[in-house]
């Protein structure tokens, strides 16, 4: 038998009218396939923009690049994404899509399958985050790059 799990009620701890918002670039460089960890400058930004409560949206203007919030506490956590991508998107799959090389079309449809925009709420003027949560940037391709990120925050 099935048991089923116990919701709480909903907690309010904020309401009232969107009286400000914020937008930024942020850019990284990335050394190649892999994680860069963009939890602080998306904190920093917040912070900055002095908003109390509201939401933070993180978008990335690339399609060969991506976003995701995960566990920041053991990197073989993204070794093991990352080996899940490969299975996934294997570089020599036979793609018809290879003028930018055997990297490019694999980038996108991981790019396609994670996030190209994260909306985090905010709260006490941080992101909401979990414990062992954190915002990443994801490069699909295997040479370094130079990727931007914008983002927005609303609130109050």
Sequence with gaps: MRRAGRIGAVEG????????????????????????????????????????CGLVTV?????SASLT???NADPDV????????????????GY???MEGPDDMPAHIRTMV???????PLIDGRPALGTWQGIYLIEHRD??????IVLSAIGA
């Excluded at 994670?114 to 985090?120: E, K, R």
């Design 13 to 52: 701890f904020a309401s009232g009218p969107v009286i400000r918002q914020a937008s930024a670039r942020l850019t990284v460089s990335t050394p190649g396939q892999g994680f860069t960890e963009i939890t602080g400058a998306v904190a920093a930004f917040v912070r900055e923009s002095g908003l109390q």
């Design 59 to 63: 978008f990335c203007r690339h399609t």
């Design 69 to 71: 919030i995960q566990e």
């Design 78 to 93: 993204q070794t093991d994404l990352l080996t899940a991508l490969d299975s996934l998107a294997p570089r020599d799959a």
């Design 96 to 98: 018809v899509h290879g």
């Design 114 to 120: 994670t996030d190209s925009c994260l909306t985090v």
């Design 143 to 148: 040479r370094a790059h130079r990727r931007e």
